[in-house]
């Protein structure tokens, strides 16, 4: 009989991880197994890259992250992360808002980027360019660990399968849908202009449910376009990457803001004081105080005698990244369509206006019967509550509603017996009232329970829906103490700390319960659903 030799151990976690023997026996069993493939050869971390990923994953790590809060600045969220391990302090970087739009929430992006799965560090879209630097300063201590030598594998070969998502369920697998219709939801002398969107979305076969999010591919302007080939002296049908050039700025880079890449290709192209200036914004820094207003026109006007070939200039822009809209239907109300609600974004920088991509797309760009890339994002803790019977309280101003409203929908499709209640705020009643003959049929057909209305510009003082909320906080508390759900969606940096904060403050009142007391209350609904949150 042969004698059997056993296989020399794998170290795939480093001895100085914080595991026990067994735990760590069991794990480097486990990950050997996993990743290993014929012929193929494991490579364990290092001590040094064991300790950037994994130091601090002791017990109660995981647990805590003060800093996952949207209505922090960077910096302060940065303190928070003082000390901790490497992945969490990737995840204080992001923009917390959990959107999905990155393809991950918040923590799973940073895990994905400290375990060196996901390379991209610009996913991250609400935290703009302050979280892509942040990201690239962190991952150069990744980059600092020494790799690790190849280790021949020899454990018994498990055959691994790669994770595609389902098409039209991540933004890497996107599928077409068929844009329907458009409609102005303002009444004319609005200062806004916000569009209820339709698309169709049967060809793609997608389906999804309330407190989803929808992605769409959108194209920049053209107008825009020709005026930064027109800077850069070239001509529309220059071939890049297999793309004209106008088709290539048009499709496949982003065009605001300015990426610190640009003003280091600029740096390279031109000398002396506008060198140095270029390279001191490359490294975040704001020379003449304007960086934050600049987009790719703008630089190159800033820098006029500076002339990129263009096939340089498109591979220092970033890509264009999809934009993530709140759905404002339900699947199980119109099987195979799918609504938005949309506020065209437009304002004035200097004397040249500035566009909102993917919502002036929307609203004047697209065609009816044009088809798009899309993609459901599936909702982080935001959706109806599983008893049907559940009463719920939506505040939602301005576009805002746009979940509220499938919710709605969905809870009349379905025949929900839950209480309905609905707060609502705009500028101007005669004008920002959207949906609102659907609201009041609603309310007459005894759907929505309540709806209460705030306009911040009909009366000479400004007043908003955690006014509203103040003034009927004795109902609100009732519907709290008999278990509703509370949702909000709209604005991260004010309406939603304003609106949380009235919330505090009913339940103390109401609820006869200190300030400490209140906001213990108000974090336990948080920790048990009952008060979620689409915020942007």
Excluded at 215 to 236: M, P
């Amino acid at each position: 009989m042969n004698q059997i030799t056993p296989p020399p151990k794998i170290e795939v976690i480093p001895a100085t991880a914080p595991f026990s023997e067994a735990q760590r026996s069991w794990l480097n069993g486990f990950f050997v197994g996993l990743l290993s493939s014929d012929g193929a050869v494991t490579t364990p971390l290092s001590a040094e890259q064991g300790a950037a990923v994994m130091e601090g994953a002791a017990e109660g790590d995981d647990g805590d992250a003060p800093w996952h809060d949207q209505t922090l600045p960077i910096a302060e969220r940065m303190t928070l992360a003082e000390g901790r391990p490497l992945r969490r302090r990737m995840m204080a970087a992001m923009a917390q808002q959990d959107c999905g739009q990155c393809g991950y929430n918040c923590s799973d992006y940073s895990d994905a980027i400290a375990s060196r799965s996901e390379a991209r560090l610009n996913l991250c879209v609400p935290g703009g360019k302050e979280t892509a630097r942040m990201l690239k300063q962190l991952h150069e201590e990744l980059d600092k660990a020494p790799a690790a030598k190849p280790v021949p594998a020899v454990v018994p070969a498990v055959a691994v399968t790669a994770t595609i998502s389902a098409p039209g369920r991540s933004r890497d697998n996107p599928v077409e849908a068929t844009f329907l219709s458009r409609r102005l939801l303002n009444k004319k002398g609005s200062e806004k202009q916000t569009w209820h969107i339709d698309f169709d979305l049967a060809e793609g076969g997608l389906d999804y449910v309330v407190g989803d999010s929808f992605g769409i591919f959108a194209q920049n302007d053209l107008g825009l376009v020709d005026q930064i080939i027109a800077l850069l002296g070239a001509s529309h049908t220059t071939k890049v990457n297999g793309k004209t050039l106008r088709e290539a700025l048009t499709e496949d880079v982003s065009l605001s803001p300015a990426p610190d890449s640009l003003f280091e290709l600029l740096s390279y192209l031109t000398g002396g004081a506008q060198r140095e200036k270029a390279r001191a914004m490359a490294q975040g820094e704001d020379p003449d105080g304007d960086a934050a207003t600049l987009d790719v026109m703008a630089v190159l006007q800033k820098f006029p005698n500076v002339r990129p070939h263009p096939e340089a200039f498109v591979e220092a822009l970033e890509p264009l990244q999809p934009r993530l809209y709140s759905i404002s239907s339900s699947h199980n109300a119109t099987p195979g369509k799918l609504s938005l609600t949309v506020d065209c974004v437009r304002y004035v920088i200097g004397k040249r206006q500035r566009l909102g991509v993917a919502s002036t797309f929307l609203a004047e760009r697209i065609g009816e019967g044009e088809r798009l890339k899309v993609y459901v994002q599936k909702a982080h803790g935001f959706g109806l509550p599983q008893d049907p019977k559940t009463p719920i309280i939506m505040i939602g101003p301005g576009t805002g509603i746009a979940p509220f409203r499938a919710f709605l929908l969905d809870r009349k499709a379905t025949g929900a017996t839950g209480k309905n209640w609905l707060f609502f705020g705009h500028q101007r009643s005669d004008y920002d009232f959207f949906y609102a003959d659907e609201l009041n049929a609603m309310k007459t057909a005894g759907l929505l329970t309540r709806l209460s209305l705030a306009w911040s510009r009909d009366g000479e003082k400004k007043f908003y829906v955690q006014d509203r909320m103040r003034e009927v906080g004795r109902e609100l508390w009732n519907w709290l103490a008999e278990g509703a759900h509370v949702y909000i969606c709209g604005d991260a940096k004010r309406m939603a700390k304003d609106v949380e904060r009235a919330l505090v403050d009913i339940v103390a009142q109401f609820g006869a319960r200190s300030t400490d007391e209140a906001v213990s209350f108000v974090a336990d609904l948080k920790k048990k659903g009952r008060f979620q949150q689409d915020v942007y």
